[in-house]
């Protein structure tokens, strides 16, 4: 048996037919709308094979809704194959099981763990929630002694904070490290990438990448932002720039995860263009190397191995993950500018990390600025007059 996926639109008014959230863009287990935190539930009840019990141990099914979901986890689980979800599914591609029981030792499951934040956007805080859990010994910051390995063209500093030079120093350190010929990302992740599209391109069920996938990208995100930091932040430490690149890389790496899902209706090609800051350049780059990229349809997180539930420690943790990319998928309503917008707003928003008050102040100048450029953004898009744009901004801020 086969899992049994059906494409919706992202945007659609879908409910979901077992607490009454909004449904998600794939429906899984042979459910007619299901969102993400029962598709969870559902697979975590199923692969458990705990016995469960109804909390009143009553002869109809507990009333719950998306707040009170949790409650009966009896009456959930029989609600759940009431609306059509079926435990033969859940598992059932027999390679997945077998790739997944084979690299137990060498890929540590789950790979993300929540933890607590407290910097500018809640979107880009909950984001930078998801953190590496039991990562690999090479998941480490990016260790550059000379600082002439970085150079720095014009000292843009924060006169220079607007959103063309932003966006414009981003797309030229983004092109020198990921088009470097003798570069991490050319010799360790490029022909992964090839292989993601190759997979996409043949409908894989799951898509498959390398354990060592995630910690290799936040080597190359620590380096971008080494690099694009440097240009914006120059009286700042070699030290200090080291340690806000590797946090805000990882904070990153989440945001554009969670992009991905708001995207994933449009091609591979439409997904690279939308989810960050990416030059003329590089998107010929791709169209060279892969001629039907514009035809090859995107895929969500979910769709890949290592994102396949159970992939966190507890229940709780993936629906955070799951509820944190709709709320992104409500704020960004399809606005491209909007999520490139906060991804420059994350480079500047590290999580945890200890620095001078001066430093401390500086940045915050940067997340203020940045913020107020989301602000207009939001006034961009459609019906969504000052009030309403106060109102969105309310709600993650």
């Given amino acids: ?29 042979g459910a007619t709308t299901v969102c993400y935190s029962c598709r969870i539930f559902f697979r975590r009840t199923v692969k458990s094979k705990q016995d469960l019990k109804c909390v009143i141990a009553g002869n109809v099914l507990c009333s719950f809704d998306k707040f009170t979901r949790n409650k009966c986890r009896k009456c959930r689980y029989d609600k759940c194959i009431a609306m059509g979800m079926n435990p033969l599914l859940v598992d059932s591609c027999k390679k997945v099981e077998k790739h997944e029981s084979n690299n137990k030792s060498a890929m540590k499951t789950p790979l993300f763990l929540l933890q607590p934040a407290g910097h500018a956007a809640k979107v880009v805080n909950n984001i930078a929630r998801i953190q590496v859990l039991s990562a690999p010994e090479n998941f480490s910051t990016l260790n550059i002694s000379d600082e002439n390995k970085i150079e720095i063209p014009i000292d843009y500093s924060l006169s220079g904070c607007t959103r063309e030079n932003l966006a414009l120093k981003y797309e030229e350190v983004f092109d ?24 996409a391109r043949m409908n894989k069920e799951k898509i498959a990448v390398p354990s060592d996938y ?53 091609t591979m090609l439409e997904n690279i263009q939308n989810i960050f800051p990416c030059s003329a350049a590089f998107l010929t780059f791709w169209k060279r190397v892969v001629p039907d990229i514009d035809q090859i349809k995107a895929v969500p997180m979910e769709a890949y191995e290592i994102m396949t539930s159970p992939w966190a420690p507890r229940i709780e943790d993936e629906e955070f993950v799951a ?21 420059l707003l994350a480079l500047f928003s590290p999580v945890r ?24 953004q939001l006034l961009c898009q459609e019906d969504c007059d000052s009030s309403g744009a106060e109102e969105k901004i309310s709600k993650i801020w």
């Fill in 214 to 266: 995630v910690a290799t990208y936040k080597t190359i995100r620590d380096s971008i932002g080494m690099q694009f930091l440097r240009i914006f932040l120059p009286n700042f430490s070699i030290d200090s720039i080291q340690k806000i690149a590797s946090s805000t890389s990882i904070t990153i790496i989440g945001l554009t995860a969670g992009l991905d899902n708001c995207f994933s209706n449009g």
């Fill in 323 to 343: 509820n944190t990319f709709q709320l992104l998928i409500e704020f960004i309503n399809g606005d491209d500018e909007l999520g490139k917008l906060l991804c």
């Fill in 353 to 376: 990390i200890q620095l001078s008050k001066e430093e401390t102040l500086y940045l915050k100048k940067f997340e203020r600025k940045i913020s107020r450029m989301v602000y207009k």
């Fill in 176 to 199: 020198r490290v990921l088009l470097n010929p003798q570069g991490e990302y050319m010799t360790k992740l490029f022909e992964v990438d090839k292989s993601i599209f190759e997979q």
């Fill in 1 to 29: 048996l086969k899992m049994d996926v059906q494409t919706v639109s992202n945007n659609s008014s879908h409910t979901c037919g077992v607490c009454g959230d909004t449904a998600t863009s794939y429906r899984l287990y």
